[in-house]
């Protein structure tokens, strides 16, 4: 995720104050331009960028199964999103960052998706199984919309957080397209929540007992591991302002001095 929105940043900003709209030019700075724009648009990218969240969005969806309060945790998630978007605001608005503005990222995604966990297990009364059920239904509704079923033009664009931009065979939405409703990130509904419902599904069968399905691997060496997981909000929301800090710096001083090239 870094080395991707490293690469985002660099493609998309920076590249392009430091060598224009043509900088492919020769030196260190450009071959590195040149690996970030080619990984940007390249055929692999969308391949690993969906396997990547599945595994987070999956991993996510189980670790609600282990949470002791999911109402407490995604009411705490939505606050820090709402925060999040009136920071893009303010760095489009009045810090002139063109097109960071998001009003349903992975943060806000992520928080209605373990708010719905929290009514899903409290109807079911926490009976994990039954939960699976209820998690199954959803991954099946998810994936026939997706695969089936087109929004026509007259839909309101608020239901651009339920409905992607693009559907599954890559053609555009009709009632609306990202830089509408959010165009720093957005992770609607469909499909990544098939995501997120296929951990809480597989949860009761490789989590049941609680314990690592990997006991052998435990140990000492994997607890800056432990740490980044443990501290993985803090690491998503400081990762972006600390890579473009660095990016900034480094045209200040050594690239357009005098101009931090955002």
Known sequence: MILDHLAMLLCDYFAISWYGWDYFKFGLGDAFSRFCYTWIYSSARPIIHNIVLFFFFGVSGISCTLSRSNLKRGAG????????????????????????????????????????????????????????????????????????????????KFFGIIFPPKDAWGNLSLFYNQTDISPGDLFSMIPYSAY???????????????????????????????????????????????????????????????????
């Open 196 to 262: 997120f419902f296929a951990g809480v599904l597989l949860a009761p069968f490789l989590y049941g007992n609680r314990k690592s399905l990997l006991p052998k691997l435990d140990g000492k060496w994997n607890k800056p591991v432990c740490f980044i997981g443990r501290h993985a909000l803090i690491v998503y929301i400081v990762h972006l302002v600390l890579l473009a800090g660095i990016l900034a710096l480094i045209s200040f001083l050594f690239i357009t001095p005098g101009d931090f090239g955002i």
């Open 77 to 156: 998630l939505a606050s820090i999103a709402i925060i999040y978007s009136y920071c893009s605001l303010f760095a489009e608005k009045v810090m002139g960052i063109n097109s960071v503005i998001t009003t349903f990222g992975v943060l806000h995604f992520l928080a209605v998706c373990i708010l719905l966990y929290a009514l899903i297990a409290f109807i079911c009364k926490k009976q994990p199984y039954h939960i699976s059920i209820v998690a199954t239904g959803i991954i099946g509704i998810v994936l026939i919309l997706y695969l089936c079923y087109t929004p026509p033009a007259s839909t309101p």
